[in-house]
């Protein structure tokens, strides 16, 4: 499976557009990708998944180019309760490799 | 039930002695993974069961850890001789094809 790097920490203000960048080199044809997130003392929870161009739900969206070596989870006006740690995933419906996480901070 | 669930969800034990952690799985799901998280770590991957399939236990750090799930549905990581450095929680995903839900992890702490 993918060897996937992630930002480890990133910074945000209330109100703002988060984007975090997930880089998975050596993605599959038969990998999706899957974005989670946790919250200290939790397991991670499902945010997110897609296979190629844009996808979006009530809390986020993905996007993903053409060539799938990367994609970016984008948190539309984030609050503090966003703070947590996201974790691409790359999987191929029996295995998956997590990232290392991003610390996402979001200040008042 | 719903979701999956791990238990016990704090455990403390003392240097030497084993501890068995345990995985009930969402009910169906044929695969079952079991990650260990050090504090403020990234999730590092343990074993991997599918199905009746020999499981994947790429990930296990030493012969003194060992998991089984018996009839496709619960599973059970075992610890044994715990040592200080095996502190972390551990957590438990089920799932059926793409997408994982995972349990709340057990925090083992070894004293």
């Known amino acids: 499976l993918a060897k996937i790097t992630q930002p480890i920490s990133m910074d945000s203000y209330e109100g703002q557009e988060v984007n975090i960048t997930c880089s998975h080199n050596?993605?599959?044809?038969?990998?999706?990708i899957t974005w989670y997130q946790q919250f200290p003392s939790q397991g991670p929870r499902f945010i997110i998944q897609?296979?190629?161009t844009k996808v979006t739900n009530e809390v986020a969206s993905l996007f993903i180019p053409a060539d799938r070596k990367s994609s970016t989870l984008s948190l539309p006006r984030v609050s503090l309760s966003d703070t947590a740690v996201y974790y691409c995933?790359?999987?191929?419906?029996?295995?998956?490799?997590f990232g290392p996480g991003t610390r996402l901070s979001v200040l008042p | 039930g719903a979701g999956v669930s791990q238990s016990p969800s704090n455990k403390v034990t003392e240097k030497g002695k084993d501890v068995e952690l345990r995985c009930d799985p969402i009910?169906?799901?044929?695969?079952l993974y079991w990650y260990r998280q050090s504090l403020g770590q990234g999730l590092e991957f343990l074993i991997y069961?599918?199905?009746?399939?020999?499981?994947?236990k790429s990930g296990l750090p030493s012969d003194r850890f060992s998991a089984e799930r018996t009839g496709g549905s619960v599973s059970t990581l075992t610890i044994q001789r715990t040592q200080q450095e095996d502190s972390a929680v551990y957590l438990c995903?089920?799932?059926?094809?793409?997408?994982?839900?995972f349990g709340s992890g057990t925090r083992l702490t070894v004293v």
């Open positions: 069961f599918q199905g009746n399939s020999a499981p994947d």
């Open positions: 995933l790359v999987e191929d419906g029996q295995n998956f490799v």
């Open positions: 050596n993605i599959a044809t038969n990998d999706y």
């Open positions: 009910s169906g799901h044929t695969a």
């Open positions: 897609g296979y190629k």
């Open positions: 995903a089920s799932g059926e094809g793409y997408g994982y839900t």
